[in-house]
């Protein structure tokens, strides 16, 4: 996977490729058998919520959680994720995907989307509209002008003060959870803020 390819933001991608190297090195039975194992992991993708200056911090408290069967793994993330330390010196060179394309701690804040889904689920509700494979140009039109027609309303409802609902309501708890733990975000609570993101994680 390029990093041009990478959404900015996109949780979805981030974890998704994690989880194709927890398959490839072998530690799949080990996820779904080993509870500890499996906290340890999504708490590695729970380093997409902290703040870009606690990623490092964080993925280091992470690492020295794992045992040795995780090596491999925590190796492939650390190139491709963090960067891994300067042989000499401090620091660490810079990883395959730069911290800014997969931390979305400032999305949530500023209330922005985490990925593209939402356009993802506009397209996937509209084809099922449309219903047919290969609509003709009369039939596409015809249901173009609908979703316009339902746009307008919506639309209209919004100005109105209405509020209108775009997801379902797990989803939308599940949003609101995560908005509030990284709101209340503490440096000094990172480990318990990891657990509790982990928490949220669903792979």
Same mark, same amino acid.
């Given at each position: ?15 998704q ?10 530690l ?8 500890c ?20 911090? /964080? ?10 069967d ?6 492939y993330? +650390? ?19 730069d ?6 701690h400032d999305?949530?804040?500023? /209330? ?8 993802k689920?506009?397209?996937n509700?509209?084809a ?13 039109? +015809?249901?173009i002008?609908? +979703?316009?027609s ?25 949003? +609101?959870r ?17 657990k ?8």
């Amino acid at each position: 996977m390029l990093p041009n390819i990478l959404h900015k933001g996109s949780l979805f991608h981030f974890s998704q490729a994690i989880c194709r190297q927890v398959q490839n090195k072998g530690l799949a039975t080990k996820y779904r058998q080993d509870e500890c194992f499996r906290l340890k992991l999504k708490k590695l993708i729970a380093l997409a919520f902290v703040p870009l200056d606690e990623v490092t911090t /964080a993925f280091d408290l992470i690492a020295d959680q794992f045992n040795d069967d995780a090596d491999d793994l925590l190796e492939y993330f +650390e190139k491709t994720w963090i960067g891994e330390p300067k042989r000499r010196g401090t620091g660490r060179k810079k990883p395959l995907f730069d911290h800014k394309l997969w931390n979305i701690h400032d999305r949530v804040i500023a /209330a922005t989307p985490r990925s593209n889904n939402s356009v993802k689920g506009w397209h996937n509700a509209f084809a099922i509209r449309v219903s047919i494979s290969h609509p003709t140009i009369v039939k596409l039109g +015809e249901k173009i002008r609908r +979703e316009q027609s339902k746009f307008e309303v919506d639309m209209a409802k919004i100005l109105q003060g209405h509020n209108i609902k775009t997801k379902k309501t797990c989803y939308r708890k599940l949003d +609101e959870r995560i908005t509030r733990l990284v709101n209340s975000f503490e440096r000094t609570q990172l480990d318990q803020f990891l657990k509790n993101m982990a928490a949220n994680i669903t792979l």
